[in-house]
C-alpha cells in the first residue's frame, strides 16, 4: 500500500484485469433502464389521471387534488425523519411515490373493477360483489401492486436497503404515494355527490370524506404497506444463505398487510360503531407498536455506528472524536451548522455526505462480522473509505467542534498530593503524546495507528498523522505514541491488517 495515498480499490464499472472490454447487452445500460423505467410510469399517470377524471369530472377532480395533497408533505416528512441515521438516495423515494401514485394505483383501480364485475355478473349479485371486493379483492391486488415498489428497490438497489427502516420507509412512501391518488378518487366523487344534492359545509359528503380518509386515518395505507416493508427489512438482514428466511418472512409480511387491510375495508360492515370500535381496537394500537418498533430500530442503529466506527479510528481512518460524535443525531446536525456557518452550503452538503458514508461503513461492519456481507464486502469497505477520505478536511473539525458541544464533561477525581500544572477541574499537562486533559480528552496528536486484532479487515491506516480527540468516555489516553486503548475510547475488536500489507 502506498503510503502516501489511501487504498483505492478498481472501479466497479471499469476494464477487467486482463484488459479485455467486456460489453455489456444494450438492456443492462443505465439509461435503457431508466428511460423505460420513467416511460412506464409516466404512461400510467396519464392513463390513471384520465380514469379519475372521468369518474369525478374536471371540477371534483381540482377539489380532489387540492384536499388530497395536505397529508402528503407530513408524511414524507415523517418517513425520511426515520431516515435520518443512514439517509437513502431521493431517487429511492422518488420512484416510489410514483409507483404508488401511478403504477400501483393503475393496477389496482382496473383490476379491482374487473373483478368486482366479474362476481357481479357470475353471482347476479351486486351487493355481494362490491362487498367481497372490498374486503378481499382488494387488499389482496392493492398490497400486492404496493409491494412490487419494495421487491423492486430491494432487488436492484441493494446497497440502499439493508434493513428495517430501509424497508419502512420505501414502503410508507409507495403507500403514500398510493393513498394520495385514492384520496383523489374518493373525494372528488364526494363533491360530485354534494353537487347533485346541494349539501354543503361540514354536513357535506366531501367534509365527512376528508375528516375521515385525511384527518382520522392518513396513515391507514402507510400502516399495511410498512409490515411488507419490515419484512423485506429483515430479509436484508439475513445472511445470503438464508434462503427460506429471505423469502418467507417478505411474504409473511405481506399477508399481514392484506388481513389488516381486509378487517380495516370491512369494518363498515361489523355494525353503525364498527368503523370505530377497528379503528380504536386495532389501527391505533398497531400504529403505536410500528412506531415504536421503528424509533427502537432508529435508536439500535445509532448504537451500531457508536461500537463498529471505533475500530476504523484505532486504524486512523477517523479521528477518535468521530465515532462518538457520528453515533448522535444532535452532533451531526451540530456537525453541519458549523460547516455551513464557517465554509458554506456546500460544505454543510459535505459533512452530511460524509456522515451518511460513515453510516454505511458501520453497517457494513456490522454485518460482516455477523457473516451476512455480501461478496463484495472488501470492494465496498474501501469505496466507502475513499469517499470518507476525500471529504475528511471539512469533515474532521466539524465533527471535533460537535463533539465537544455534545460529549458529557467528566469529573476526574483529584489525586490526594499535589499536582504540579493541575487547578482543579482545569486542564493538565500533557507529559507526552496523548495525554489526557481535564476534561478527558487528548491534548497533543497520536502518532501513527495502534495495533488492529480481530475482523474483518479494515485497510491499514490512512496516510500521514491521525490527530484527535476522544471525547466522553472519560478514560485518558495511553502514554507514548498510540499503542493499545487510547483517546477515550474502550479497548474493542480492532481490525487485521490487511495480508498485503
Same mark, same amino acid.
Given at each position: ?19 479485455? #472490454? ?23 399517470? #396519464? ?113 440502499? +436497503? ?45 367534509? *365527512? ?13 402507510? #400502516? ?45 360492515? +361489523? ?7 377497528? /379503528? ?76 451518511? =458514508? ?48 455534545? *460529549? ?14 493541575? =487547578?482543579? /477541574? ?12 481535564? +476534561? ?26 491521525? =490527530?484527535? /480527540?476522544? /471525547? ?16 477515550? =475510547? ?12
Amino acid at each position: 500500500m502506498s503510503p502516501l495515498f489511501p487504498p483505492r480499490p478498481p472501479h466497479p464499472g471499469g476494464a477487467p484485469e486482463d484488459g479485455v #472490454l467486456r460489453h455489456a447487452h444494450w438492456w443492462h445500460r443505465r439509461w435503457v433502464r431508466y428511460g423505460a423505467l420513467i416511460t412506464l410510469l409516466t404512461l400510467s399517470g #396519464l392513463v390513471i389521471l384520465a380514469l379519475v377524471r372521468e369518474q369525478t369530472g374536471t371540477e371534483g377532480f381540482l377539489v380532489g387534488l387540492g384536499l388530497a395533497v395536505l397529508p402528503v408533505p407530513l408524511l414524507v416528512a415523517a418517513f425520511r425523519w426515520l431516515d435520518r441515521v443512514e439517509p437513502g438516495p431521493w431517487r429511492n423515494l422518488v420512484f416510489a411515490f410514483a409507483w404508488g401514485a401511478c403504477a400501483a394505483a393503475l393496477i389496482a383501480i382496473i383490476a379491482n373493477s374487473f373483478a368486482t364485475r366479474w362476481i357481479a355478473t357470475a353471482t347476479a349479485d351486486p351487493s355481494g360483489a362490491d362487498t367481497l371486493g372490498a374486503t378481499v379483492i382488494a387488499p389482496i391486488v392493492e398490497e400486492s401492486a404496493k409491494a412490487a415498489a419494495v421487491l423492486l428497490v430491494f432487488l436492484f438497489r441493494r446497497r440502499d +436497503f439493508t434493513g428495517i427502516v430501509d424497508g419502512v420507509v420505501i414502503a410508507g412512501v409507495t403507500a403514500t404515494g398510493f393513498a394520495f391518488t385514492e384520496n383523489i378518487l374518493y373525494l372528488g366523487t364526494a363533491f360530485g355527490t354534494d353537487q347533485l344534492t346541494g349539501d354543503t359545509g361540514i354536513a357535506s359528503v366531501t367534509a *365527512a370524506t376528508f375528516f375521515v380518509r385525511v384527518i382520522m386515518s392518513p396513515f391507514a395505507h402507510p #400502516l399495511f404497506t410498512v409490515l411488507t416493508g419490515i419484512g423485506f427489512g429483515v430479509a436484508a438482514l439475513s445472511g445470503e444463505r438464508q434462503h427460506l428466511r429471505r423469502v418467507l418472512v417478505p411474504l409473511c409480511g405481506l399477508l399481514l398487510a392484506m388481513g389488516m387491510h381486509a378487517l380495516w375495508n370491512g369494518s363498515s360492515s +361489523f355494525g353503525e360503531f364498527g368503523f370505530f370500535a377497528v /379503528y380504536a381496537a386495532f389501527m391505533v394500537p398497531a400504529f403505536g407498536l410500528l412506531t415504536w418498533l421503528v424509533v427502537w430500530t432508529r435508536q439500535r442503529e445509532l448504537r451500531t455506528v457508536r461500537e463498529e466506527l471505533p475500530a476504523y479510528a484505532a486504524a486512523g481512518w477517523l479521528t477518535p472524536a468521530e465515532p462518538f460524535a457520528l453515533g448522535s443525531m444532535r452532533a451531526r446536525r451540530l456537525a453541519r451548522e458549523y460547516a455551513g456557518r464557517h465554509l458554506g452550503k456546500p460544505a454543510a452538503r459535505e459533512v452530511a455526505r460524509y456522515e451518511a =458514508y460513515a453510516t454505511s461503513l458501520a453497517f457494513l461492519r456490522h454485518r460482516g462480522r455477523r457473516g451476512r456481507a455480501g461478496a463484495d464486502f472488501l470492494v465496498r469497505e474501501r469505496e466507502l473509505l475513499n469517499e470518507l477520505w476525500r471529504r475528511k478536511d471539512v469533515a474532521r473539525p466539524a465533527l471535533d467542534h460537535a463533539a465537544r458541544m455534545t *460529549a458529557p464533561p467528566v469529573r476526574v477525581a483529584a489525586p490526594p498530593w499535589p499536582v504540579y500544572g493541575v =487547578y482543579g /477541574y482545569g486542564r493538565g499537562p500533557a507529559h507526552g503524546q496523548g495525554h489526557t486533559a481535564g +476534561f478527558g480528552h487528548p491534548s497533543a496528536p497520536v502518532y501513527g495507528s495502534p495495533p488492529m486484532y480481530g475482523n474483518p479487515t479494515v485497510y491499514g491506516s490512512p496516510p500521514g498523522p491521525s =490527530y484527535g /480527540y476522544g /471525547y466522553g468516555y472519560g478514560h485518558p489516553a495511553a502514554h507514548g505514541h498510540g499503542n493499545g486503548p487510547q483517546n477515550g =475510547y474502550p479497548a474493542g475488536p480492532y481490525p487485521a491488517p490487511h495480508p498485503r500489507q
